[in-house]
């Protein structure tokens, strides 16, 4: 079977956000219950400085409200909410101002931490505001004083929301209307980095003062039954981002970090690499024999680990090999490169598994390299 080419990411369509597509269809609603007139489309700026014209499917006139829906398109990013339908209800409000809430399918804040308070609707500032700024727009253009109600719903977002972290960041009943462009950019670091900055700012509301960051779900598994007396809330999953995720540890005053991944990654945080995707950097053999001569490992051995192709395939010699320390070596060479990288103001632990969750080394609570002279690096 001929392999799809790889799309290059300057060729890849750009996507709308949730909150993008909830502007729109609040918009054609307003216009709907003003006019009497079923819209088709729905033009709105963005916050990127530009506008975008959004497909209205359904226009639909209630007795005193009026509905209309999109769907979101992800663009060629791999977004859960894609093909997701966005509903917005507008009706006359008995009081002044714009009041907007969520309906079915939006999720409702539980826990603090989040840029939305307790109680209200998972609807995020920026669409907020993009939502607040076009209904003012629309009744400054038809001369209209009058409060108007705003329900954003989303019919399948509690199906949707399974698929996100919002349930551990304790927004409960569905999705999340996000985002700060307007546009959904494939594969963005932003995205991701936001979510980890969220999950951080969630875990300190709580209360957690330990947090144990993980490079993906199956990771994160393992280092849950590792730490079963720790919240959900302190399980983190970073990704690749390892340096930003310690210093927004650091700079929010969380004391103990615990990383918890695989031979394939932590190999590259062990020499230094604090962003560890598989393009960033690329394994350091040498540096691997380095730690296996360190622990005693022989000659033969040296000369396998520096002619290995995968960190994995070390990760194997030195098992079948029984240097079961080389593992213990690696997770502190993790600590110490991770503390030099944040200069210091954590103490950390690093544990590193086997694809089949075999704890292979850890390494707990180091908290500083006496040697290194912070001001000169």
Same mark, same amino acid.
């Given at each position: 079977?001929?392999?799809?080419?790889?799309?290059?990411?300057k060729?890849?369509?750009?996507?709308?956000?949730?909150?993008?597509?909830?502007t729109?269809?609040t918009?054609?609603?307003? =216009?709907?219950?003003? #006019?009497?007139?079923?819209?088709e *489309?729905?033009? !709105? %700026? @963005?916050?990127i &400085?530009?506008?975008?014209?959004?497909?209205?499917?359904?226009?639909?006139?209630?007795?005193?409200?009026?509905?209309?829906?999109?769907?979101?398109?992800a663009?060629?990013d791999?977004?859960?909410?894609?093909?997701? =339908?966005?509903?917005? #209800?507008?009706?006359?409000?008995? *009081?002044?101002? !714009? %009041? @907007?809430?969520? &309906?079915i399918g939006?999720?409702?804040v539980t826990?603090p931490?989040?840029?939305?308070?307790?109680g209200?609707?998972?609807i995020n500032?920026?669409?907020?505001?993009?939502i607040?700024?076009?209904?003012?727009g629309? =009744?400054d253009?038809?001369?209209?004083?009058?409060?108007?109600?705003v329900v !954003?719903?989303?019919?399948?977002g509690?199906?949707?929301?399974?698929?996100?972290?919002n349930?551990?960041?304790?927004?409960?009943?569905?999705?999340?209307?996000?985002?700060?462009?307007?546009?959904?950019v494939?594969?963005?670091?932003?995205?991701?980095?936001a979510?980890?900055?969220?999950?951080i700012?969630?875990?300190?509301?709580?209360?957690?003062?330990?947090?144990?960051v993980t490079?993906?779900?199956?990771?994160?598994?393992?280092?849950?039954k590792?730490?079963?007396?720790?919240?959900?809330?302190a399980?983190?999953?970073?990704?690749?981002f390892?340096?930003f995720?310690?210093?927004h540890?650091?700079?929010?005053?969380i004391?103990?970090v615990?990383?918890?991944?695989?031979?394939?990654?932590?190999?590259k945080?062990?020499?230094?690499?604090?962003?560890?995707?598989?393009?960033?950097?690329s394994?350091?053999?040498?540096?691997l024999?380095?730690?296996?001569?360190?622990?005693?490992?022989d000659?033969?051995?040296i000369?396998e680990v520096?002619?290995?192709?995968?960190?994995?395939?070390?990760g194997?010699?030195?098992?079948?090999?029984k240097?079961?320390?080389?593992?213990?070596?690696?997770?502190?060479?993790?600590?110490?490169?991770?503390i030099?990288?944040?200069?210091g103001?954590?103490?950390?632990s690093?544990?590193?598994?086997?694809?089949?969750?075999?704890?292979?080394g850890?390494?707990?609570?180091?908290a500083?390299?006496?040697?290194i002279?912070?001001?000169?690096?």
């Amino acid at each position: 079977m001929e392999r799809k080419p790889k799309k290059d990411p300057k060729d890849m369509r750009h996507g709308y956000t949730t909150g993008a597509c909830a502007t729109a269809v609040t918009k054609a609603a307003l =216009l709907a219950l003003i #006019t009497n007139e079923e819209q088709e *489309t729905s033009t !709105i %700026h @963005l916050p990127i &400085g530009r506008d975008a014209t959004f497909t209205i499917e359904k226009c639909i006139f209630e007795d005193k409200s009026v509905s209309c829906e999109t769907i979101k398109d992800a663009g060629d990013d791999p977004d859960a909410t894609h093909k997701a =339908l966005i509903v917005g #209800t507008v009706s006359w409000a008995e *009081t002044p101002g !714009i %009041h @907007l809430d969520g &309906g079915i399918g939006v999720g409702r804040v539980t826990k603090p931490g989040l840029p939305v308070p307790v109680g209200e609707a998972a609807i995020n500032p920026v669409p907020r505001k993009m939502i607040h700024s076009t209904v003012q727009g629309v =009744l400054d253009e038809f001369q209209i004083t009058r409060g108007v109600n705003v329900v !954003i719903s989303v019919p399948m977002g509690e199906e949707i929301a399974k698929k996100t972290l919002n349930g551990r960041l304790g927004i409960l009943g569905g999705i999340s209307i996000l985002g700060t462009r307007g546009t959904v950019v494939p594969f963005s670091s932003s995205a991701y980095m936001a979510s980890i900055v969220q999950a951080i700012s969630v875990a300190k509301e709580a209360g957690c003062d330990h947090l144990v960051v993980t490079t993906g779900g199956r990771s994160e598994k393992f280092a849950m039954k590792q730490y079963p007396h720790l919240p959900e809330e302190a399980f983190v999953e970073m990704g690749d981002f390892v340096g930003f995720t310690l210093k927004h540890c650091k700079r929010l005053g969380i004391k103990q970090v615990s990383l918890v991944g695989m031979m394939g990654k932590f190999s590259k945080v062990a020499q230094g690499v604090m962003m560890v995707h598989s393009k960033s950097a690329s394994i350091d053999f040498n540096f691997l024999a380095q730690l296996a001569k360190d622990v005693g490992a022989d000659g033969g051995t040296i000369a396998e680990v520096r002619e290995a192709n995968t960190a994995s395939q070390v990760g194997e010699i030195m098992m079948e090999k029984k240097y079961d320390a080389f593992f213990h070596h690696l997770c502190e060479a993790c600590c110490y490169s991770s503390i030099h990288h944040i200069k210091g103001g954590l103490t950390l632990s690093t544990s590193i598994y086997s694809m089949q969750g075999q704890l292979l080394g850890r390494a707990d609570d180091i908290a500083s390299i006496d040697e290194i002279d912070w001001d000169r690096g």
